[in-house]
């Protein structure tokens, strides 16, 4: 009885711990896209077409799009725009890095839409943050809640010099 | 001997006359008229406000007005002070406004100068020039253009303004805003 209870408590123990870790290694959202009521989105780029009908637009050639203190660069970016100019969808190709201080992410394309508050990175992406390099097949960064999911996650850590 | 002296004096007389006569002719002559051409040199001038409507088929196309119109038949042009566009599109009326328009029948162009304005249902658009083809129905231009519609602009240089599709294209130092984004 006393083993199983120490296997109990044992067990509660390194799950808390486990949970706690992987709290930790949550908080790498890019906060900065958390498409907050009334803040501004900035986009520079070479090219630009716009379908007034549709409220679609194409930015082309060295994309930069800006809002807070995130920053994501691409070649390519489709969006769609409600009535009142709030961003209903967006995805960003060729050559995405989304980068928010310290902490990068690359991918081949980002995807984000508004109802669900959540940017997917696709295409090999990769999040560099504090000597960690997570990889694997997909990235979701869910911006309610501060969250990320990683379909078969590969992680590395990188040595101290 | 006398006679001498008064025939002296007699012409000195006549002389003084006819000297103070040339003397006032040119005095009172006025300066040179220059044959300066004061006039536009247009073939049909129109000063004041004025307005034309263009139909086809029963339908009102394009009506414009201005303050001045002057055509120049030589030229094939035509130029409008405070000229006022509006086309009839599929996609709704479209009005453009400006300081200057001059239309070359050569090119099929207007080009409007100096503080353009352009507003359709859902956008504005406001630049230094633009060139309007009625005939394709397209907006194009080299200078800058701000195009702005509610919670959003977008602007840079080298555009295309294509009405019918009202489909919007910038080639060079593109610059966007979007506000109010939120859940």
Known sequence: MKVIKLILVLGWVLSSLIFAQAKEKTEVGFSGFSWKSGELVEINSEKMSLVLNERRVNFAGSVVVKKGKSVIYCDELVLNYSQDGGIEWLRASRGVKLVEGEVFAVGKELEYVKGQNQFVLRGEPKLVSKGQIMSGEEMIFDLSHNRLEVVLPRIQFQGEK | ?183
């Open chain 2, 1 to 183: 001997m006398a006679i001498g002296k008064r025939r002296i004096y007699e012409w000195i007389l006549v002389a003084g006359i006819v000297g103070g006569m040339a003397l006032l002719y040119f005095l009172g002559r006025p300066g040179e008229i220059k044959n300066e051409d004061i006039s536009s040199g247009a073939e049909l001038e129109l000063r004041g406000k004025f307005s034309v409507a263009r139909y086809e088929q029963g339908e009102l196309k394009l009506w414009s007005q201005g303050k001045e119109f002057r055509y120049f038949r030589g030229k094939g042009s035509y130029e409008i002070l405070e000229p006022a566009f509006e086309f009839e599109t599929g996609q709704g009326k479209i009005s453009v406004g400006g300081e200057k328009a001059v239309y070359q029948s050569n090119e099929k162009r207007i080009q409007i100068s100096g503080a353009v304005e352009v507003r359709g249902k859902d956008f504005m658009a406001f630049s230094e020039q633009l060139n309007y083809e009625p005939d394709s129905g397209m907006i194009s231009g080299e200078k800058r253009i701000k195009v702005q519609g509610a919670g959003w602009e977008i602007e840079g240089t080298n555009y295309k303004l294509m009405l019918e599709e009202k489909k919007f294209e910038l080639s060079k130092g593109v610059k966007g805003q979007f506000e109010k984004q939120g859940i």
